[in-house]
């Protein structure tokens, strides 16, 4: 069936305006808010470390509060040190200054942060400045040193650590300041975060100006040498050391007076020379000094053997020193004439050999071409060379006397009676000696016996051996006591063969049975200790012992008897 337009027109119409209608009744059942609210916040890295002008982007999730994550959701972001560090709207952080500082992000009042601290920019390069340069020695110099990141940008207040490829020519401290010490070239190095950057400083020697030489003027006589020194000053007139400098002397005038390379001047004929030193590097700053060369001419004589003796028939070489007029010493040959101004005491040769003849004061002269000195000296006997004693050594009983001689030589060797001998004894307690050389002993020991005249001496040795024991006396033969006994001891008397009692000597007791009994004398020598162990009698042989751990003397027997003990 065929539909009209207009019906057509109006369905088309209902049909529009119903889903019109359909739509907003949809709409009307559905809630149109498209994102929930934020119930908590996190932002990721949690911790962020950057060198100044460095960047990082930091990430802001929001979280609804069932935990899932909210797409779309606006997340601000904010710095609490802009100073240190910087956001973007993106999270987008940048690294301003060296601190710390609290990144942000904020969704619907909840928030998570970000701590981020910013360390010093690291140095891509250093230069130092200057880059060359020449120093003369004892010069110093301030060096430079700039470090700039890899966008060549400076960084400011970077500390550097300063090196010398060898500071023997240049040192250089911690703040980059230079020091020339000797010629040489180093290359110095500032370092930073493991770069480094390099200077190259030649050190030159400090230039000579003028030089000067002291003294100035000499006069010297024919053979008689000087030793000029040389002053360096450098350009600004400051004394420099000479010390490794190449000098060149020069004489005008050789035939009166040579120069060697070290500058020593010698006179050789009367005349005048000028002396010239020219320093190697700068010959314009050579200086001079005038030489004066006369003929020596005696003005004065000095014997110089002025103090001391002479002995009698021992002759002895006198000298005598010539000074010509400007004090220089004259050199040996020329002519002088020796007298003795006291003939019977002291004869003199031609050539100053004096002997003495008899003994008291003598008095030598000498004459140079007019220059007179004389000297008055003692003539006394020859002296005592060695002091021999006889016998060298000797050995005596306790209380007996030995004579010890002295037998007295000259220097000559000739045997003299007529000089003072003094005695001494090491230890007069155990030996005393006379004036005469007699020797008394008084106690046992070695003692030294010494005779000196005037500064020699000799000495022998005697050694004083004790008085011997003759007798060992005893109260009884016989000895007897309890094996308990708390003391078991008997007495003895030690006794020369004058019967005088002798103490403190060693005695040997043996026992014919130590199985019973054993004996010990004690310090004194004037008791026996018995050690027992048994019951039983052993007889005890006693004798006495000289230094030499000898028997001396007679034997002595007495029997012991040790009984059961006691209750």
Same mark, same amino acid.
Do not use: H
């Given at each position: ?334 002519? @002088?004439? $020796?007298? /003795?101004?006291? =003939?019977?005491? %002291?004869?003199?040769? !031609?050539? +100053? *050999? #004096? &002997? ?64 003072? @001998?003094? $005695?001494? /004894?090491?230890? =007069?307690?155990? %030996?005393?000696?006379? !004036?005469? +050389? *007699? #020797? &008394? ?127």
């Amino acid at each position: 069936m065929r539909v009209s337009a207009p019906i057509a027109n109006f369905r088309a119409t209902l049909r529009a305006t119903s889903t019109t209608l359909a739509l907003i009744g949809l709409a009307g059942c559905l809630d149109l808010k498209t994102t929930a609210d934020a119930c908590t916040v996190s932002v990721a890295p949690a911790s962020l470390t950057l060198p100044v002008n460095g960047a990082s982007t930091i990430v802001g999730t929001a979280f609804d509060c069932k935990g899932n994550s909210i797409r779309n959701k606006k997340i601000s972001y904010s710095s609490s040190n802009t100073a240190v560090a910087t956001v973007t709207t993106e999270g987008n952080v940048i690294a301003v200054g060296i601190g710390g500082a609290s990144v942000s992000a904020v969704a619907d009042g909840k928030s998570a942060s970000v701590q981020v601290t910013v360390t010093p920019e690291a140095a891509a390069t250093v230069t130092v400045t200057p880059s060359t340069l020449t120093l003369r020695r004892t010069n110093t110099r301030q060096l430079t040193a700039t470090a700039r990141n890899n966008q060549n940008t400076v960084i400011p207040g970077r500390t550097f650590r300063w090196g010398s490829s060898n500071s023997s020519i240049v040192s250089v401290d911690q703040n980059g300041l230079l020091t020339a010490l000797t010629p040489g070239t180093v290359v110095i190095s500032a370092e930073a975060d493991q770069t480094t950057g390099n200077a190259t400083v030649t050190v030159t020697e400090i230039p000579i100006g003028s030089c000067s030489l002291a003294p100035a003027t000499s006069k010297l006589t024919v053979s008689q040498s000087v030793q000029p020194a040389i002053t360096l000053r450098d350009t600004a007139n400051n004394v420099i050391s000479s010390l490794g400098r190449s000098i060149a002397w020069t004489s005008d005038n050789e035939i009166a007076a040579t120069v060697t390379g070290s500058g020593l001047v010698t006179a050789r004929k009367a005349g005048t020379a000028r002396i010239t030193a020219s320093p190697v590097e700068n010959t314009q700053a050579s200086c001079n000094a005038t030489v004066e060369v006369v003929d020596a001419r005696i003005v004065s004589a000095v014997i110089t053997t002025r103090s001391g003796s002479l002995r009698i028939g021992i002759p002895r070489q006198f000298q005598v020193s010539l000074t010509d007029s400007v004090g220089g010493a004259i050199p040996a040959g020329r002519a @002088v004439t $020796w007298t /003795s101004v006291t =003939p019977a005491i %002291a004869s003199v040769t !031609s050539n +100053g *050999l #004096v &002997t003495g003849i008899a003994l008291g004061s003598a008095r030598i002269a000498v004459n140079a071409e007019g220059a007179v000195d004389t000297v008055n000296f003692t003539v006394t006997k020859i002296p005592v060379a060695t002091v021999r004693l006889s016998p060298l050594s000797s050995s005596i009983v306790q209380g007996g006397t030995v004579q010890i001689n002295a037998t007295i030589e000259d220097s000559t060797g000739t045997a003299v009676t007529d000089r003072i @001998v003094e $005695w001494t /004894s090491s230890d =007069p307690t155990r %030996a005393a000696v006379s !004036s005469t +050389g *007699l #020797v &008394t002993t008084q106690a046992p020991g070695t003692v030294t016996i010494t005779a000196t005249s005037e500064t020699r001496s000799g000495t022998s040795q005697v050694t004083v051996q004790p008085i011997p024991v003759d007798t060992i006396v005893v109260t009884s033969g016989t000895y007897s006591a309890a094996l308990n006994a708390p003391s078991k001891s008997f007495a003895i008397q030690l006794r020369d063969a004058n019967g005088n009692q002798i103490f403190n000597r060693s005695v040997s007791v043996q026992s014919s049975n130590p199985g019973v009994a054993t004996g010990a004398i004690n310090g004194t020598a004037t008791q026996v200790n018995i050690s027992a162990s048994a019951v039983g009698t052993t007889t005890f042989t006693m004798r006495a012992l000289n230094s030499n751990n000898q028997p001396e003397g007679k034997t002595t027997t007495v029997t012991v008897t040790i009984t059961a003990s006691t209750p």
